[in-house]
């Protein structure tokens, strides 16, 4: 049972424009929300991080937003660059975020310049 | 940020020997290491949660025989591959984060390609 999923296995966009990543998940119980970015042979780094209790969190080009009545968030990136290319893994974690971390299975963001 | 290191990066491996692969925290103290595996078009799963100096906790369905691992310092966690058949064949990636720190604080390895033939 995926209780963190990102239906979309990839996405193309044009440098500059919006990149707008999906995730859904089904366990009422998580109350903590990251997002996470990984190269080819590298390890998943942290990019961003909502708690339930927010319904939006900014940093820079990347805005992550929460809707917790439809159990559904979303990373935007705005403007996209090449070097956001990567794998970004949704993820969702209890207890404030200290307990073990449910991980989709990514999607794959390419940018075209 | 803080940088996790893993060891060897890829091997290959015939059925029933045992495979053993490295962890290291290399600029920070990990009390906790966490092994996860990936298979193909399949998300991370965690395996197996391990404070240094304590047994590790392993997740429903992992064998804690098969999967042994060991966090005995505060910059390393191994994990050995017990008696190896093709169906270990996987992606396995350590994470690490330091005392009090939350999720967003964890810090992932490369991972390790494990091939058994």
């Known amino acids: 049972d995926q209780q963190v999923k990102q239906n979309s296995p990839s996405l193309s966009v044009q440098e500059g424009r919006i990149s707008i990543l999906n995730c859904d998940y089904t366990?009422?119980?998580?109350?903590?929300f990251l997002w996470y970015k990984k190269y080819p042979a590298e390890g998943p780094t942290f990019l961003i991080s909502?708690?339930?209790?927010?319904d939006k969190n900014e940093d820079g080009r990347f805005t992550v937003f929460l809707n917790k009545s439809a159990k559904h968030l979303s990373l935007h990136i705005v403007p996209s660059q090449p070097g956001d290319s990567a794998v970004y893994f949704c993820?969702?974690?209890f207890g404030g975020g200290y307990q073990k971390v449910t991980f989709g299975i990514g999607t794959k963001l390419q940018v075209i310049p | 940020g803080a940088v996790v290191s893993q060891h060897p990066s890829r091997v290959i491996c015939k059925s029933g020997t045992s495979v053993k692969i490295e962890c290291r925290s290399l600029?920070?103290?990990?009390?906790?290491m966490f092994w996860y595996r990936q298979f193909p078009k399949q998300s991370l799963m965690l395996m197996a949660t391990?404070?240094?100096?304590?047994?590790?906790?392993?997740e429903q369905g992992v064998e804690k025989d098969k999967f042994l691992i060991n966090h005995a310092s505060l910059t390393l966690s191994t994990l050995t591959v017990t008696s190896a058949h093709p169906e270990d064949s996987s992606f396995y990636i350590c994470?690490?984060?330091?005392?009090?720190?939350?999720?967003?604080?964890?810090?992932f390895g490369p991972g390790t390609r494990l091939t058994v033939t």
């Open positions: 994470s690490a984060r330091g005392p009090g720190q939350g999720s967003y604080e964890q810090y």
């Open positions: 909502i708690s339930s209790i927010k």
């Open positions: 391990s404070n240094e100096g304590s047994k590790a906790t392993y």
């Open positions: 993820a969702a974690s």
């Open positions: 366990n009422s119980m998580f109350d903590y």
């Open positions: 600029d920070f103290q990990a009390t906790t």
